[in-house]
Nanobody, 122 residues
Framework: QVQLVESGGGSVQAGGSLRLSCVVS?????MGWFRQAPGKEREEVAH???????RYADSVKGRFTISKDNAKASLYLQMNTVQPEDTAMYYC???????????????????WGQGIQVTVSS
């Protein structure tokens, strides 16, 4: 089992920045961030394999950065130049297998955090 607890969400104005954190009970082969806006499917924002390789959704490439700190047992999502369309519930996710270069659906992942709201106002 893996426990994931997100923090750092909230409200921010368009163009601003926000950093999401996810404290993990252990790191897995692949760690990811997802988001889900009202009426939309949950989509993968970014993931990181254990070797450090990362993959980003086109909509956030160049604006968001996924990273981790082993000493703090934490996964991060740095969100810069946020836009109103980034408004969603954000989830930390983990799975005991590699994700690779392709986007992975939510069904690929085994463990989930409770989610945290991010609201971007224009």
């Amino acid at each position: 089992q893996v426990q994931l607890v997100e923090s750092g969400g909230g409200s921010v104005q368009a163009g601003g920045s926000l950093r999401l954190s996810c404290v993990v009970s252990r790191f897995t082969a692949c760690m990811g961030w997802f988001r889900q806006a009202p009426g939309k499917e949950r989509e993968e924002v970014a993931h990181m394999d254990r070797d450090g390789d990362t993959r980003y959704a086109d909509s956030v490439k160049g604006r968001f950065t996924i990273s981790k700190d082993n000493a703090k047992a934490s996964l991060y999502l740095q969100m810069n130049t946020v836009q109103p369309e980034d408004t969603a519930m954000y989830y930390c996710a983990a799975v005991d297998r590699w994700c690779g270069l392709n986007a992975r659906p939510s069904a690929w992942y085994s463990y989930w955090g409770q989610g945290i709201q991010v609201t971007v106002s224009s």
